[in-house]
């Protein structure tokens, strides 16, 4: 069994955090060409703020949450010392809370469907970097645009001015195996610099937001610069 707190969050000693986010380190070092600034994004919706502090501490200035309120609250214990955190939202993004959270966040990972666009668009006070959540696999289960329809959105999103789209993410499926998993990460590196040759103003298209605790290695090897890593940073491992 898992130690939990009364909030139901994950309790993790610095020195377990320390060795994994050496671990990690260590296999971006070995498998990133010379030219690939791969960043950590420390997926903290499973900890509380105490333990992002000690993740803070230990160098790691990007967090992801999947809940606009969680976020929103652990930002706000957050102020301060811990102002250069950047904040990553990397889950599906109903419509109702981007009003409130869309202008305290840094990056948007899961821009997933026309509507939320338009949503995002309207509610914000700035240009938010945004990644097009792509559902490779075509799982009906998984939000995200399909790969062919990529080209056509991101036309589209032209019309958007509060959007900029910086990269492509994905999710692989949950059982995919070796080979699927490099198969459906070289197929968003193809399409993220099919994108990027186009020179768009709006959509630079320049990273690749993939790769999470089962299959990072092999994202970081088909061109990977944003990792989201939740339970590889709190887990024996
Ligand atoms: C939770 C989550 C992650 C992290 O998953 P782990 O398997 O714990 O590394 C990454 N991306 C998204 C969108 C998530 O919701």
């Not at 105490?50 to 967090?63: A, S």
């Not at 338009?118 to 696999?137: C, H, M, P, T, Y």
């Not at 994905?170 to 998993?181: G, R, V």
Request: glycine share 4%; charged share 30%.
């Amino acid at each position: 069994m898992r130690a939990t707190n009364e909030r139901g969050k994950m309790k993790i000693e610095k020195e377990q955090l320390q060795k994994n986010i050496l671990t990690l380190q260590e296999t971006i070092q070995n498998l990133a060409k010379e030219d690939q600034d791969v960043r950590v994004v420390a997926v903290s919706k499973y900890v509380d703020v105490e333990t992002i502090k000690m993740i803070y501490d230990l160098g790691i200035r990007d967090f992801g949450e999947n809940r606009s309120q969680e976020l929103l609250a652990k930002q706000a214990e957050l102020s301060d010392e811990y102002s250069d955190i950047k904040w990553h939202f990397i889950g599906r993004l109903q419509r109702r809370p981007v009003k409130k959270m869309i202008n305290y966040i840094d990056y948007l990972h899961s821009l997933d469907r026309m509507s939320l666009v338009k949503e995002v668009d309207k509610r914000a006070d700035k240009v938010i970097s945004s990644f097009l959540q792509v559902n490779i696999s075509g799982e009906e289960n998984k939000a995200g645009f399909s790969l062919s329809e990529v080209e056509a959105v991101i036309e589209e999103i032209a019309f958007y001015p509060n959007i900029k789209i910086i990269g492509l993410m994905t999710m692989a499926p949950y059982e995919a195996d070796k080979q699927e998993l490099q198969q459906i990460f070289s197929a968003l590196k193809d399409k993220q610099l099919l994108v990027q040759a186009e020179n768009y103003e709006h959509a630079p298209c320049s990273h690749l937001s993939m790769g999470m605790s089962r299959d990072y290695p092999i994202a970081i090897q088909a061109g990977a610069d944003f990792l989201r890593i939740g339970r590889a940073l709190y887990e024996e491992n």
